[in-house]
């Protein structure tokens, strides 16, 4: 893999022109977006897809998210649109959310895993918008690690995850957002929410004039079923990940590492004692959101066996986090 740094307040356009290249000649490209680092290919091409799904290890049936560089540009993937589609495309484009719709016939169905819809958004990171403007192509982007690992929200964090399948990594550093975008699907009978992020159902719900429903675990026959690949364990880091609730936290970990456990903590707020290995993290939901990957890749990195993690608030904003954390956990 070829790693190339990138000033992500003004990202060089030798660098930019290079990856397009790349992209166009059906090769794989890692790239910065606003949430997590993707690994793209050219969304047109079956091969160039293809070789995305052998580099991460993901099962063919899990599809992808299509980038484009405006809402224009999402035409060409996309067969039509509802007008709550327009109106959320029109408030969070360029930005965290991804939007579910019929798709076109020239989308890959290595892309969508064969369903009739894809999943498209703009993202809103220099870098990003500079290789989708350059290549003048839809990328398709899932995160760039391996399946069922961590996403990566440094460039470290994908060298460290993928290898030679990779073509090129622009590494413009860390990521602001930290946990991968809000999906909601647009072509169900009403609007399902398929996955939290920093994006919540409560603005989802105000632009759209109406409910946003949420797919659960346990849909019974007749309720809209999971989006393909989402609800596994997932986002998880190598170490076990116990999650316990804020006045047990610090009493387990201490416990633990008397058992003579390796133990790390998550937490808000002080650690329990000494020589435990504790990421520190925020209270605020965003700024807990823009540390969460990077702190469990440490506490893996620090060879823990178990990471205790402080349950976060019930707050809506908040709902990015505990779903990742949940995850990771299972
Ligand atoms: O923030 C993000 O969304 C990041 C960056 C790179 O843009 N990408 C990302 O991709 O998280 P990935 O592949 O890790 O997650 C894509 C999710 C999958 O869980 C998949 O199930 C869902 O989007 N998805 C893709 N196409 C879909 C479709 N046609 N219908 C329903 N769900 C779909
Ligand atoms: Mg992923």
């Known amino acids: 893999m070829r790693i190339v740094p990138i000033d992500t307040r003004s990202p060089s356009i030798h660098a930019i022109r290079d990856a397009a290249d790349v992209l166009r000649q059906g090769g794989l490209v ?34 992808l998210i299509v980038h484009v560089v405006n809402r224009q540009a999402a035409d060409r993937v996309v067969a039509s649109w509802s007008d709550a589609a327009e ?10 959310l991804t939007l ?21 958004r703009v ?29 990566p929200t440094t460039g470290a964090h994908v060298a460290k995850s993928l290898g030679a399948e990779v073509d090129l990594l622009l590494d413009g550093g860390p990521t ?3 946990i991968e975008s809000t999906v909601i699907d647009l072509t169900r009978e009403q609007p399902t929410l398929l996955r939290p992020g920093m994006i919540s159902m409560a ?27 989402m609800l596994e364990r997932h986002y998880a880091p190598r170490a076990r990940l116990v999650l316990a609730p804020h006045d047990q936290t610090r009493g387990l970990i201490v416990e633990m590492a008397a058992a003579g456990r390796r ?33 469990l890749h440490q506490l ?9 993690a402080e349950q976060v608030p019930d707050g809506p904003e908040w709902a990015g986090v505990r779903d990742r954390l949940e995850r990771a956990s299972r």
Do not use: C
Not at 90 to 95: H, L, M, S, V
Not at 125 to 130: I, L, Q, T
Not at 137 to 145: D, F, K, M, T, V
């Open 30 to 63: 890692a790239f910065p977006t606003e949430t997590v680092y993707g690994l793209g290919a050219n969304a047109l091409d079956p091969v160039a897809v293809e070789r995305i799904y052998k580099a991460k290890g993901r099962p063919a049936y899990n599809p």
């Open 87 to 96: 109106r959320l495309a029109k408030a969070f484009w360029p930005g965290p």
């Open 100 to 120: 579910v719709l019929p798709k076109r016939p020239i989308v890959p169905d290595g892309v969508t895993a064969g369903l009739p819809t894809v999943a498209v």
């Open 123 to 151: 993202p809103a990171h220099p870098v990003a918008h500079a290789l989708l403007a350059a290549a003048d192509l839809p990328i398709a982007a899932p995160s760039a690690n391996r399946s069922m690992m961590l996403s």
């Open 176 to 178: 602001p957002v930290g």
């Open 203 to 229: 603005r989802l719900e105000k632009v759209i004039g109406g409910p946003v429903v949420t797919v659960s675990a346990g849909a019974s026959s007749g309720a809209p079923r999971p989006s393909p690949g």
């Open 263 to 295: 133990v790390g903590g998550l937490l808000i707020g002080p650690a329990p004692a000494h020589g435990v290995i504790v990421q520190q993290m925020p209270a605020s939901a965003d700024e807990y959101a823009s540390r969460l990957f990077d702190a």
């Open 300 to 308: 893996d990195d620090a060879g823990v066996d178990i990471i205790v």
